[in-house]
């Protein structure tokens, strides 16, 4: 069946560094790619999308860039904070990634 | 306020008993979501619906019901057959533009249910 593959499974970086999360999805139908933010013991939560007819998209220190071609898509966050530390989901369409456990060391 | 509840957050059951979630939404989103998230495996969704008394399984229905009477509503039952009900279960809604072309989805705070 479909799937979505997420990775790394778990990120520790330093204050201050870069954190990149990958997602390969299988559907070439899909055309929505939201990236979600789950903190601890609550609901995910949108944090940036982007529809399959837009390469890049970027929203102050979070951007995300997708290749419909080799069918991937991935999550860039710049001078990481400790308040970045959380899980993030990707998706493609309604299929979600595995998840990304983040941690931002102070 | 707009937003999506689930209540209780936490829940606890004996093995062998029926027991239901709830979920509201006063969002007016059309489509309600049901996935159930287990330590390292993502969300897997259990069941959805799109439109009132319409619902379709999801990828691990099996152990589980829902009704959809009302547009605010979505409730999910999780039954005796389900062999591993333990997990965290939430609910999500969302708009459906034209098109079927699929949007943000809006996530309730969860619940955790313990089966003893």
């Known amino acids: 069946g479909e799937n979505v593959e997420q990775h790394p499974s778990t990120l520790s970086v330093q204050e201050g560094d870069s954190a990149v999360i990958k997602c390969t999805y299988s559907?070439?139908?899909?055309?929505?790619f939201p990236w979600y933010k789950q903190e601890l013991g609550k609901g995910p939560q949108l944090i940036i999308d982007?529809?399959?007819?837009?390469g890049e998209k970027k929203d102050q220190r979070i951007a995300v860039t997708l290749n419909k071609t080799a069918k991937h898509f991935s999550l860039h966050i710049t001078e990481t904070q400790p308040e970045d530390s959380a899980v993030y989901f990707c998706?493609?369409?309604?299929?979600f990634g595995t998840g990304t456990s983040l941690t931002v060391i102070p | 306020d707009g937003g999506i509840t689930q209540s209780p957050k936490y829940l606890f059951r004996k093995e062998g008993q029926n027991v239901t979630l709830s979920c509201e939404q006063n969002?007016?989103?059309?489509?309600m979501y049901w996935y159930r998230q287990d330590p390292g495996q993502g969300l897997r969704l259990i069941y959805y619906?799109?439109?009132?008394?319409?619902?379709q399984k999801g990828d691990i229905a099996e152990g589980y019901s829902v009704s959809r009477e009302k547009k605010e509503s979505f409730p999910l039952t999780v039954t005796s057959a389900q062999k591993n009900p333990t997990a965290f279960y939430l609910c999500?809604?969302?708009?459906?533009?034209?098109?079927?072309?699929?949007?943000?989805?809006?996530f309730g705070p969860g619940t955790r249910l313990t089966v003893l």
């Open positions: 982007i529809r399959s007819n837009v």
């Open positions: 969002l007016n989103h059309d489509a």
């Open positions: 998706a493609a369409t309604d299929l």
């Open positions: 559907d070439s139908a899909s055309n929505y």
């Open positions: 619906s799109q439109i009132v008394n319409d619902f």
């Open positions: 999500a809604s969302s708009l459906i533009a034209a098109g079927n072309s699929y949007n943000e989805q809006f």
